[in-house]
């Protein structure tokens, strides 16, 4: 499994939907309950997943899955 | 001027079909902006006729007075048509925040005792998870398929397509049961406050009086309609009074809002504190992009705004914000600032005209001015609550010495405003939505890994109030980031997301009275660094 994929089992986990299927240019407009809070969640998760940790400015800086995707990689 | 209730007081032909008949029919009920921006204006004739095609699905499916209806989708067109829909079939009639999770459906579905649901297909499985549980729920209806699914799981689109767009409103009484909105309390499972179609007699009155809407004004309510102000300012007491409104499909994001303001020239806006917060964090510069020129009010409701929100919109908006207070109870605005009355920064304001609120200590003797106490209206007005649904002991319990009790504590000053001090029980107000303890502890006390668990409050800079969740973990259990995230993820998606912990704090036992209560004040000073106070009750 690469990377994309696992962080697409990472969304399917935190938004509990195993239909979701990510795009480096979806934003939390296009997956059902991603507001804030659990933005929170997900950040945690993938902090979990792959044994990093975001900045807050990093946190601040994703625009589309792609830019935290694109974060996710230089930290590993 | 009061709108006209003589020819009939049902919330749904009020909105729409009596809009047509006074010459309204052509004019912009609301214009819908999707994710993408696309615009899409729906007239009042188009309402109404959307909205009695609504009516006629769920009477063709057998539903009649008095049956429960309830919407749980995000911001949507079909929500507020299908809304609209089962009111003039005069059903009960709730919504629900599309971020509930399955045990938050459950308690609020199962107290109902719902009969027909729409929502959307992602959705669909939460409410299968907990249909054994919802004997008296027959059907859902979901707006994203095009063919029915079997004969309880039906198409949106196909149902409508086959409807007549005529319906006849029977005739509604004042005291018809309407709208259910469901809201926590500290102890219990969450409360069903229904209302009366007269409510819309008071939603018309203070969007007119306190909002001061005109009739070409462009007004925007960015509440969720999942909760009571996106009913009663989102839906109702605009289109009483005929009265266009922007609905946008997205939440918050500081440049998309802007954007809308500017471009969709809106003259009042109606929003959160929460969110004027976070706007607060953007560059100053950010706000000259922006031609606001149209814009002639703002207006606070949820939570307390605090003098710097104020401040800050004097200065880099150069408007006013006037906060408004009123609670799902009391179904419409009761004590509010508005144009023309001075603005103490932090206050809440004065009540309304024939409004009558006071404080009172716990025996019901009026305080004076300057000394806090509990928050009290004087029953009677047209939007209060008439009854805890199924829960009618508990309604009754909030009626004492003659008066409503609210459940906040406030003071007043010597000019007769009123200002907010905190709760009286352990309710969380987090973003303007109520949190309560027990349903988040009683998540928490279903992960294996948890023996107890004690849930508080506590100040946030953006969002009011956070939720602080204090744990207890069972013996040779690790508690690590994976344990965390299975605690984190299991109150969203059970609960919601805004029921979340926003920090977790795992120690040795949770502080207990002798009869075994959580003591919540216990948690929050040690949380907040104070004295434990009297703690020679506390079980250790």
Known sequence: MDNFEKLNQIFRMVFDDNEITIKPEMTANDIDGWDSLSHINLIVAVESAYGIKFSRKDVLSFKNIGDLYKCLESKL | ?540
């Open chain 2, 1 to 540: 001027m009061p709108i006209d209730i003589t020819d009939n007081c049902n919330i749904g032909y009020l909105c729409t079909e009596k809009q047509c008949y006074i010459g309204n029919g052509n004019k912009i009920a609301f214009r819908w902006i999707d994710l993408n921006g696309l615009v899409k204006d729906y007239t009042f004739t188009e309402l109404h006729t959307e909205s009695s095609r609504f009516a006629n699905v769920l009477k063709n499916l057998g539903y009649k007075i008095g049956d429960v209806f309830f919407t749980f989708l995000p911001k949507s067109t079909e929500q507020i048509i299908s809304f609209l829909g089962s009111l003039k079939l005069q059903l009960v009639t709730g919504t629900l925040f599309s971020n509930f999770g399955e045990d938050a459906l459950l308690d609020r579905l199962g107290n109902a005792e719902a009969k027909v649901i729409i929502t959307k297909k992602s959705f669909l499985k939460k409410i299968i998870k907990i249909k054994e549980k919802l004997p008296r729920l027959e059907h859902i209806i979901l707006v994203d398929i095009d063919d029915h699914l079997s004969e309880s799981v039906m198409s949106y689109s196909k149902l409508m397509n086959a409807a007549d767009i005529t319906f006849k409103v029977e005739m509604t009484r004042p005291d018809t049961p309407s709208i259910l909105h469901y809201t926590s309390g500290s102890t219990g499972k969450p409360k069903g406050a229904l209302h009366a179609h007269k409510s819309i007699l008071m939603q018309s009155k203070t969007t007119e009086d306190i909002l001061q809407l005109l009739p070409d004004d462009v007004f925007w309510c960015t509440a969720d309609q999942g909760w009571v102000t996106g009913t009663s300012y989102g839906i109702i007491g605009p289109w009483s009074l005929g009265i266009s409104q922007i609905h946008y499909a997205g939440g918050y994001d500081a440049e998309a809002w802007f954007k809308m303001l500017a471009e969709q020239r809106v003259t009042v806006w109606y929003t959160a504190p929460t969110a004027l917060r976070m706007l607060m964090r953007e560059d100053d510069s950010f706000f000259e992009n922006w031609d606001l020129s149209n814009l002639r009010c703002i207006f606070s409701v949820g939570e307390p705004l605090n003098p710097e929100v104020i401040l800050w919109a004097r200065r880099v908006l150069g408007k006013d914000i006037y906060d408004t207070w009123f609670q799902t109870e009391t179904g419409s605005i009761m004590i509010s600032n508005r144009p023309g009355l001075e603005i103490k920064p932090g206050s809440m304001g004065i009540p309304l005209h024939g409004i009558q609120a006071a404080i009172v200590d716990d025996d019901g003797t009026l305080l004076p001015s300057g000394v806090q106490g509990n928050l009290c209206v004087r029953p009677g007005w047209d939007s209060m609550f008439i009854t805890y649904f199924n829960n009618e002991e508990i309604y009754r319990s909030k009626f004492k010495y003659g008066w409503y009790w609210t459940g906040d504590t406030a003071k007043i000053d010597e000019d007769g405003y009123f200002w907010f001090m905190g709760r009286s029980d352990d309710v969380i107000n987090t973003a303007g939505h109520l949190v309560s303890p027990f349903e988040v502890e009683s998540a928490l006390l279903e992960i294996s890994e948890i023996a107890e668990s004690g849930v508080i409050g506590v100040p946030d800079e953006i969002l009011f109030e956070k939720v602080v969740a204090f744990i207890s973990i069972n013996k040779n259990v690790e508690w690590t980031r994976d344990l965390e995230l299975k605690v984190r993820l299991h109150v969203s998606n059970k609960a919601s997301s805004i029921a979340t912990p926003q920090e977790i704090f795992v120690i040795d036992s949770i502080p207990k009275n002798k009869s075994g209560k959580i003591m919540r004040r216990v948690l929050k000073a040690k949380y907040m660094g104070a004295d434990l106070g009297d703690i020679s009750t506390l079980d250790i």
